[in-house]
Each structure stands twice: as C-alpha cells, then as structure tokens.
C-alpha cells in the first residue's frame, strides 16, 4: 500500500525557516516525480515544486530562490526547504507521488499546516 | 504560466442528475490535463488523467473529454458522495497549473 506522511509543518514569524519531511512507503521515491502542493485555507490548489532524483527540479515562481527541495532516497523522503517566509505561504503543504516519471498525483499525504503569523 | 479556467464556480444539482464541469487552458495542453475531486478535510484524489483516462477505482459515471483548450468533466448521475470540489491540472509544461475549482453542491 502507498502511503505519504508529511511532517514538520508550524507556527513561524515571517521571514522564517521551515522544514518539510515527506516520507513515502509502498513505493521508491526514486522511481517517481515527487511534488509538493499547497492549499491556502479556502482557497485552491497551487503546485510548488518538484523533484526527481533522475536529475529534474523544478519551482513555481511565487517560491523559486526561497525554497528548496530534495530528497534522500535511503530513507524514501522528499524535504522542501523554505526560508524567508510571508504570509501568502500560509497553507496546507501536501506531498504528492506522481504516476512514474509524470506528474500525474495517483497518490497524496494528508497534508501539513503551514502558519507564517508574528 | 498556462492558466486554468474552470466553470461554472458552483454548480448546484439534485441527486440523480447530470454534471457538467469545464476546463479552459490559455494555450494548448494537448491531452496533458488530469481531474481530481476534493472533500472538506481531505486531501484530493485523482479521478481523470490525460483528459479521458479514469484512475483506478474511480466509477464509470465519471468520464472526461477534450484536448487543445477546451475539457470536460461529466458526472453521469450525482451520488451524495459527489458533491465535492473538482480541480483540473495541466501537465504540458512546467510550471504545472490548477484551475480554480467547481464546487458541485447539493440544490
């Protein structure tokens, strides 16, 4: 069974630092595009970012040059490293599997709350 | 950036009836564009992908058509668990974009 838990998700001032953790199981990280997309409460869905270990990373421009993403395929995880935090990032964070080397989400974690907030 | 353009906002409809949701790309995706449906509380779910192609488990009253610009999700006949949220993605180019959102609620 494929399963995605997203961890690290808090309450941080602007212009923060975060980490998020996607640990995957039932699957290899590696063989599949691996995104994050973000929902802001009430609001739709917004892709963030991607990242295949094959050697593909791509960002949307709202985060390019604030976050990072990458990935640790010994412990089948994903992180997105984000820094310089705003309010507008203030969203649920989901991890997504994509259908092999497409980004075709089959598969998403349960998501994990993002609060940038003084 | 190719942008999304889903309608109507809402759409309400009584149990039994048919849904019609549609999908407007600013440039042509091909058949490069996915559904997904979406409860309160929960993460979505992927039910179309490559315009047509429905997921595994997904129910024959959910069909999707289009390709270019112009798509289309059809409910064939709304079950109480359908009234949701439906989002459609495009895969043609990075960035990858979301449309807005339909809601499908309860007349």
């Known amino acids: 069974e494929v399963v995605l838990v997203e961890t690290g998700g808090d309450l941080i001032q602007p212009g923060g630092s975060l980490r998020l953790s996607c640990t995957g199981s039932?699957?290899?990280?590696?063989?599949?595009?691996m995104s994050w997309v973000r929902q802001a409460p009430g609001k739709g869905l917004e892709w963030v970012s991607v990242?295949?270990?094959?050697?593909?990373?791509y960002y949307a421009d709202s985060v390019k040059g604030r976050f990072t993403i990458s990935g640790d395929i010994s412990k089948n995880t994903v992180y997105l490293q984000m820094n310089s935090l705003r309010a507008e990032d203030t969203a649920f964070y989901y991890c997504?599997?994509?259908?092999?080397?497409?980004?075709?989400?089959?598969?998403w974690g349960q998501g994990t709350l993002v609060t940038v907030s003084s | 950036e190719i942008v999304l353009t889903q309608s109507p906002a809402t759409l309400s409809l009584s149990p039994g009836e048919r849904a019609t949701l549609s999908c407007r790309t600013s440039?042509?995706?091909?058949?490069?564009l996915a559904w997904y449906q979406q409860k309160p509380g929960q993460a979505p779910r992927l039910l179309i992908s490559d315009a047509s192609n429905r997921a595994t488990g997904i129910p024959a009253r959910f069909s999707g058509s289009g390709s270019g610009t112009d798509f289309t999700l059809t409910i064939s006949s709304l079950e109480p668990e359908d009234f949701a949220f439906y989002y459609c993605?495009?895969?043609?180019?990075?960035?990858?974009?979301f449309g807005g959102g339909t809601k499908v609620e309860i007349k």
């Open positions: 990242f295949y270990s094959g050697g593909i990373i």
């Open positions: 039932g699957f290899s990280v590696s063989d599949n595009y």
């Open positions: 993605q495009q895969r043609s180019t990075w960035a990858l974009t």
């Open positions: 440039q042509s995706v091909s058949s490069y």
């Open positions: 997504t599997k994509g259908r092999g080397r497409s980004s075709i989400y089959d598969y």
